[in-house]
């Protein structure tokens, strides 16, 4: 069985402060271990369910997060960014069974994260027809354009919940929940041992059950927080002016969505 990993960080148990998520300042050590613990929980969960092969996307800020020596023998991953606008789902294919993302946050301008965002913290809100758009949603969408199912996502409480409906065979697991600046986190060695659980449990279910079809037109909608960047963005081949803020683009490509995203967020 061959396993797909989309990481991030702002979606792991205690990630609180923007200071835990930046490589360089005193609070990310502590991050980057967590993360790289629940990665791996979730690894140690698809060989138990028979994976062979997993490819794991370090996806976070400069893509150099994970600590490769506390992973399996039988995982890669990618470091670093291609360009590419499969983005955080770059290096899947169709020859993967399965997709699970792990540390996932909620979407730009979701009170469920102090550091809810869609891929950048420019915009208050991305919506993708008209659903509010997470990075787990575009992404998600991006593996299942490949053929691969998605079968976890851990992260926020809010998160999880927003997301239960996308794909019918996902199972979740809420590592904290947030309000405000503050978060709840389950114990970090919790957290791991119920990634290690539902990666197992999500994947002994019947793949074959648990792809979904995309649309076949799509309607993304960005609006920023500074107006000039809506008016700059607005000349990205495909995208109109709806508001001082905000732009749209409809297409009935979704690779026009992933190299949109790729530019204007």
Not at 197 to 225: C, M, N, R, V, W
Request: net charge negative.
């Amino acid at each position: 069985m061959r396993v797909f990993i989309s990481a991030d960080i702002e979606g792991t148990t205690f990630t609180t402060l923007w200071e835990e998520t930046e490589r360089g300042r005193d609070l990310y050590p502590a991050a980057a271990r967590q993360m790289t613990a629940e990665v791996k929980a979730a690894c140690e969960g698809a060989v138990a369910a028979g994976a062979d092969y997993i490819l794991i996307n370090d996806a976070h800020d400069e893509a150099i997060n994970l600590d490769l020596y506390q992973l399996p023998k039988c995982v890669e991953v990618i470091r670093g960014w291609s360009g590419s606008p499969m983005g955080m789902a770059d290096g899947v294919d169709e020859s993967f069974d399965a997709a699970m993302f792990v540390g996932y946050h909620s979407a730009a301008g979701r009170q469920g994260n102090p550091l809810s965002h869609t891929y950048t913290t420019k915009t208050t809100s991305v919506r993708l027809n008209g659903m509010i758009c997470s990075e787990f949603l575009l992404y998600s969408w991006a593996c299942a354009m490949k053929g691969v199912p998605t079968v976890l996502l851990t992260g926020d409480k809010m998160l999880t919940q927003d997301s239960a409906g996308l794909h019918p065979a996902l199972r979740t697991v809420a590592v904290k929940d947030g309000f405000g600046g503050a978060t709840r986190c389950l114990n970090p060695q919790l957290a791991c041992e119920k990634i290690r659980d539902q990666a197992e449990a999500a994947l002994k279910q019947d793949l074959t059950q648990a792809g979904i079809h995309l649309p076949g037109q799509f309607k993304l909608e960005i609006s920023y927080k500074d107006h000039k960047d809506a008016v700059r963005r607005s000349f990205f081949p495909g995208f109109s002016q709806v508001d001082d803020r905000t732009i749209r683009m409809e297409t009935p490509d979704f690779w026009d969505v992933l190299r949109a995203a790729q530019f204007c967020l």
